[in-house]
């Protein structure tokens, strides 16, 4: 059974830093397209970074410059460094692996960047 956790939200001033973690079991990160996304009530999840199993990476704009995916392949888990949080990086922050023709979505974890 894959499952993915992910760690690391909290509140957070604004202009200061969080790093999330998503870790997996049952799944294969180094084969495995990985992606944050994020959702505030009322509004559609949207997608915040992306690593594909190359490594190639893609970002929002909103984050560009900002915010860094990443994976450790050893330890089957992705990161997602998010530098100069702003209020509106406040949202529910999902993981998602795609794998063997299949996707998978963590529970979330809640960063709220407030001073």
């Known amino acids: 059974q894959v499952r993915l956790v992910e760690s690391g939200g909290g509140l957070v001033q604004p202009g200061g830093s969080l790093r999330l973690s998503c870790a997996g079991s049952?799944?294969?990160?180094?084969?495995?397209?990985m992606a944050w996304y994020r959702q505030v009530p009322g509004k559609e999840r949207e997608l915040v970074a992306g690593?594909?199993?190359?490594?190639?990476?893609n970002y929002a704009e909103s984050v560009k410059g900002r915010f860094t995916i990443s994976r450790d392949k050893s330890k089957n888990t992705a990161y997602l460094q998010m530098n100069s949080l702003k209020s509106e990086d406040t949202a529910v922050y999902y993981c998602?692996?795609?794998?063997?023709?299949?996707?998978?979505w963590g529970q979330g974890t809640q960063v709220t960047v407030s001073s």
């Open positions: 690593i594909s199993v190359g490594g190639s990476t």
């Open positions: 049952g799944i294969i990160f180094s084969s495995s397209a």
């Open positions: 998602k692996a795609a794998w063997s023709l299949s996707v998978y």
